[in-house]
């Protein structure tokens, strides 16, 4: 069976489907999409079901949107373009709403799928499921994503991978952006013909058992940005780095990391992984540890920068040949890296290959590779969607240390016991300063009101436990770096997105060219994307053009738009005459920049006083922003562009 369409034509043109209308493409079935069209179904009983060896063919920048509870159920559907060299635009999931998609087929989807604000933080939650579908490129057009999440909840990735038969592949595989910690699983995918795999932004969530690669030993292979969940059974392997954190300490167990071209984990802004069993007063736990690094980085298994990971008694196993083992570095404070008990590639270790400035590794009595600890027990901890997070465990001795404080707050965590969880969190980090479980803790006091869902007086109130910590000397640099970002997503959890931007904006004037200026420049992309409040279908460019922002920052590179919805990538800097001139009140700055910047647009009166100014990061391409005259008096205006070391200047003139 085949049709064109069984709803407004089909014409090129935005077509709504709401009144609880019900299409449905039944078994063996072909739905035809025009190119440019959008469908937009809307209402909680409007449905988009799509039964086995069923098929809808999408022209090129064609795009499906589900809003305001319209739900999408498909089970074995290709979801294609007409051509099989050609690029459609993607699924759009917006909104408290209960989809599913199995065993589908996205082929060519610029986008792919994209779920956004299905989460409220004072009402029930939606939920999500993606699960054995396969995500296909045939162009020679590298797509943007597999999988993209920003602000959701309860959603599933699950047994997903990857088909290059084109001569490109995805930008990235999976992205998640401000979203609940707990609130995603993503595992048993296979995410190949990557840049990035998997990138969480400000997102603590489960990663498990999948298989990530790379195909051009470039960018990384799981990305974490202030994301703190659990990373186990994983093999990462031919990126630039295997794995990256910024102000991140998961736990990380069991995964495999291979065949590095830079470093297999390379840790920044406080970031302290915990990669080993947590020993409390009787009980071993194995929440991290056990992970296997092998292969031949031009730099080290594991780099680090004023932050280590916690490796002592972690029983990895670290075997990379011809670069450092261990290469780190502290400008705040002489440190030691307690690291015994791993395996390393030669024994007894080469010291030269523990190359920490401002500190030193203590490797002392080393893992022999293969006689783990006996575990006689283990926890089930839920993870939603009827799955369970096994940790084993050891009963031991009576061994009182730092951890036992840190292991009751988290059997309490997973308890869902989160009052009393963050109780003794918030005691590690007083009575433990400087415990290296202090910046562990810090992080999931705030995992722990996610998961509670905290009203807003609550992140009132951690906000000033994390601003008093930031101006304490008594504790750590790392702790007092990681509350002031915690300081700052407490605001945002309060909706005052304008101020948590407004904090980035001067951590990166004040951070630029380092990493901490690259998570402020990230945030603040991020939670500017929220103040715009447009949905997907009303400016498309927009959309594209954030996820080409983040992902040109978290891979390093000029990323050119993939998608034709979005002009051609400029070859110069230019600053473009204003339209229309004379104007009253308003009128519009063009300009177009061939590289990604930070753009600085500023207007000034006749007297040299600036009356507008506009910043923002960019990726390449031709922009254009509104400039509104109605508080201004009539006269001679100056506009200048700078980005990258251009500046330009042209005049207009406001009549009235």
Wanted: hydrophobic fraction near 30%.
């Amino acid at each position: 069976m085949y049709c064109t369409c069984p709803y407004y034509n089909c014409q090129p043109s935005i077509n709504r489907v709401e009144d609880s209308v019900k299409i449905i493409i039944e078994e063996n079935a072909s739905l035809q999409i025009p190119d440019s069209s959008t469908y937009i179904f809307e209402g909680s009983e409007t449905k988009l079901i799509c039964k086995e060896n069923s098929e809808i063919k999408l022209g090129k920048g064609s795009k499906l949107i589900f809003e305001d509870g319209a739900r999408i159920i498909a089970n074995g559907c290709k979801f294609t373009s007409y051509d099989s060299t050609d690029t459609w635009d993607g699924i759009y999931l917006s909104g408290i709403a209960y989809d599913t998609l199995k065993n589908c087929t996205f082929q060519n989807a610029v986008n792919g799928i994209n779920i956004t604000d299905n989460y409220d933080p004072f009402g029930s939650p939606g939920a999500v499921e993606i699960s054995n579908c396969t995500f296909k490129n045939s162009t020679s057009t590298e797509l943007l994503n597999y999988v993209y999440v920003n602000n959701s909840y309860n959603v599933l990735v699950k047994g997903c991978n990857a088909v290059k038969t084109g001569s490109a592949g995805f930008t990235a595989g999976i992205i998640a952006e401000y979203c609940p910690a707990g609130g995603i699983v993503i595992c048993d995918n296979n995410i190949n013909y990557v840049n990035t795999g998997i990138s969480l932004l400000q997102s603590s969530e489960y990663i498990a058992r999948n298989v990530i690669t790379g195909y051009s030993n470039t960018g990384t292979g799981i990305y974490l940005d202030n994301s703190n969940g659990t990373i186990e059974y994983n093999t990462v392997n031919n990126f630039q780095k295997s794995v990256y954190g910024s102000y991140s300490s998961p736990y990380l167990l069991k995964n495999t990391l291979i065949d590095a071209y830079v470093t297999n984990i390379d840790l920044v802004n406080s970031s302290m992984p915990v990669m080993k069993p947590v020993i409390s007063s009787s009980t071993l736990r194995w929440l991290g540890g056990n992970n296997n690094i092998t292969g031949y980085p031009t730099n080290s298994g594991i780099r680090f920068a004023d932050c280590y990971p916690l490796i002592d008694s972690g029983y990895n196993k670290i075997v990379v040949n011809g670069s450092d083992y261990l290469n780190g570095n502290f400008t705040f404070l002489y440190t030691e890296v307690p690291a015994r008990i791993n395996y390393w590639y030669d024994n007894p270790p080469n010291s030269s290959l523990f190359d920490i400035s401002g500190g030193y590794a203590d490797y002392s009595n080393s893992f022999d590779g293969t006689n783990l600890p006996a575990t006689d027990g283990s926890e089930l901890n839920s993870i939603g969607w009827g799955l369970y997070d096994s940790v084993f465990t050891k009963t031991m001795g009576d061994n009182p240390t730092p951890e036992d404080l840190f292991t009751q707050a988290y059997t309490e965590e997973m308890s869902n016991n989160y009052t009393d969880a963050i109780t003794h969190y918030k005691e590690v980090v007083s009575s433990y300063k400087t415990s290296e479980y202090a910046p562990v803790a810090l992080a999931r006091i705030f995992n722990c009101l996610e998961k509670s869902r905290a009203s807003i007086s609550q992140f009132y109130a951690i906000q000033g436990y994390y601003t008093n910590i930031q101006n304490n000397s008594a504790y750590p640099n790392a702790t007092r770096e990681l509350s002031e970002d915690f300081k700052i997503k407490s605001k945002v959890k309060q909706f005052n997105i304008e101020e948590a931007i407004n904090d980035y904006e001067t951590i990166y004037q004040n951070n630029q060219n380092n990493a901490k200026g690259l998570h402020a420049l990230l945030n603040k992309l991020s939670l500017q994307r929220m103040t715009q409040g447009d949905a997907p279908n009303s400016n498309m460019v927009n959309y594209t053009e954030h996820k080409l922002g983040i992902l040109s920052l978290i891979t390093g590179q000029d990323l050119k738009n993939t998608s034709s919805a979005i002009n051609n990538q400029p070859s110069q800097f230019r600053l473009h005459q204003n339209y229309p001139n004379p104007f009253n009140p308003t009128t519009s700055i063009r300009y177009d920049i061939p590289q990604s910047a930070y753009v600085t647009i500023k207007v000034y009166d006749i007297l040299g006083k600036e009356v507008f100014s506009y910043k923002e990061y960019k990726p390449a391409g031709s922009y254009e922003v509104k400039f509104d005259g109605s508080n201004l008096a009539s006269g001679m205006y100056f506009y200048s562009l700078e980005a990258n070391g251009y500046k330009d200047v042209k005049k207009m003139v406001l009549i009235k």
